[in-house]
């Protein structure tokens, strides 16, 4: 099969990575996962990014500040997003949300960052990565009554990691985002996430790692990498009843879409 897969979220700038990072984004191209957008969650990691993106072919950008990382940061952090989301490989802000689970961060903190990086996301035209754990409803309000005055022409944004239900679904893709889908869709945990799954239209759907965390489930225990969105998609094309190729070509063309990549 001669496959073009886009993993919409990467922490290629992590630790796990610093040892065979060429090796892990040969092994990805040789899969056919040709595009990745490595995501930041703090002004390091954001830097690192788009120093990545910036060397190497197909790995894109987003910048962001992570609701774990909220605690501490500052408008003059926002600033120094801006400036590096002039870079031409950056085609998205994030991961940024609110993560009422862990609570690493206070949630004044996580609500005030959440919005200095919305209000980013409005005057530069940016799509956003949403990370949002057992915050849901908070998380529809904040963001219903932001794309209601949404600068971004376009989809809104990427859902990372999405397990809710239907009606969180249909919310979300009435606001204009697509929802991603990682490695966990396999878990034995998850069975019951696939029946909602299989009424989520595929066209409102992209594909992701979350590398190096949350591996499929053949590899749980170990580093996830970007080639492991192949063994995702072959979970999703059998949940759709649809064929590896149509399930690729669709989630790719809804990835290009929102982060308005060719590549």
């Not at 909220?70 to 003059?76: H, I, P, S, V």
């Not at 085609?91 to 005030?112: I, P, W």
């Not at 799954?197 to 190096?212: A, F, G, N, S, W």
């Amino acid at each position: 099969m001669d496959l073009h897969v886009v993993d919409t979220h990467a922490h290629l700038d992590m630790s796990e990575f610093n040892s065979d990072l060429e090796v892990v984004l040969a092994r990805a191209a040789q899969a056919g996962i040709k595009t990745i957008l490595t995501i930041g969650i703090d002004l390091k990691s954001s830097r690192q990014a788009v120093e990545l993106a910036q060397r190497y072919p197909g790995v894109y950008a987003a910048v962001g500040i992570h609701p774990h990382d909220a605690e501490g940061a500052t408008q003059e952090d926002i600033s120094q997003l801006e400036t590096l989301a002039k870079s031409p490989r950056v085609v998205a802000l994030g991961e940024m949300g609110l993560d009422f689970y862990r609570n690493t961060s206070s949630r004044d903190a996580q609500l005030r960052v959440f919005a200095w990086q919305l209000e980013l996301a409005n005057k530069t035209g940016l799509p956003i990565i949403i990370h949002c754990r057992q915050a849901v409803q908070d998380m529809l309000g904040i963001l219903s009554r932001w794309s209601s005055e949404s600068a971004t022409v376009g989809p809104e944004g990427i859902i990372h990691c999405f397990n809710g239900d239907l009606t969180a679904v249909q919310s979300y893709i009435e606001m204009g985002f697509y929802l991603a889908l990682g490695g966990y869709i396999g878990y034995p945990s998850s069975l019951s996430f696939r029946e909602i799954i299989r009424d989520i239209p595929l066209d409102k759907l992209v594909l992701e790692t979350d590398c190096p965390f949350l591996p499929p489930q053949q590899y749980r225990g170990k580093r996830n990498e970007p080639a492991y969105t192949l063994l995702t998609l072959q979970v999703l094309a059998d949940i759709k009843k649809l064929s590896v190729e149509e399930v690729a070509s669709q989630t790719t063309a809804n990835a290009r879409a929102v982060l308005k990549i060719l590549a």
